[in-house]
């Protein structure tokens, strides 16, 4: 079981930088791959970023590559995602999941890869 806890969302303006983070508690987070996902009102959930339970390989998706950056910190049971050079079109919430930790070696990329999910964070780009 884990229990994920999202934080770091906020109004920020377009063009500036906001760095979100999900703190995990239960003993399979080392052995999980991690994703964020987001959604904004009246769209489908859409794939942000994947990252593996090492750490060593990472997938984004195309209309955050190069501006958006996963990263995982196994010691302290958190999972961040750096964003930067925000667009209106980024506002959503965003969403932390973790899959069930099986020790894989590929990211996911799907939502039903995923069986644990964090409540969600508001990020709001101003224009």
């Known amino acids: 079981q884990v229990q994920l806890v999202e934080s770091g969302g906020g109004l920020v303006q377009a063009g500036g930088s906001l760095r979100l983070a999900c703190a995990a508690s239960?003993?399979?987070?080392?052995?999980?791959?991690m994703g964020w996902f987001r959604q904004a009102p009246g769209k489908e959930r859409e794939f942000v970023a994947a990252?593996?339970?090492?750490?060593?390989?990472?997938a984004y998706g195309d209309s955050v590559k190069g501006r958006f950056s996963i990263s995982r910190d196994n010691a302290k049971n958190t999972v961040y995602l750096q964003m930067n050079s925000l667009k209106p079109e980024d506002t959503a919430v965003y969403y932390c999941?973790?899959?069930?930790?099986?020790?894989?070696?590929?990211?996911?990329?799907?939502?039903?890869?995923?069986?644990?999910w964090g409540q969600g964070t508001q990020v709001t780009v101003s224009s």
């Open positions: 999941a973790a899959d069930r930790g099986s020790y894989s070696y590929s990211t996911k990329k799907k939502p039903d890869e995923y069986i644990y």
């Open positions: 239960g003993r399979t987070f080392s052995s999980s791959g």
């Open positions: 990252i593996t339970w090492t750490g060593s390989t990472t």
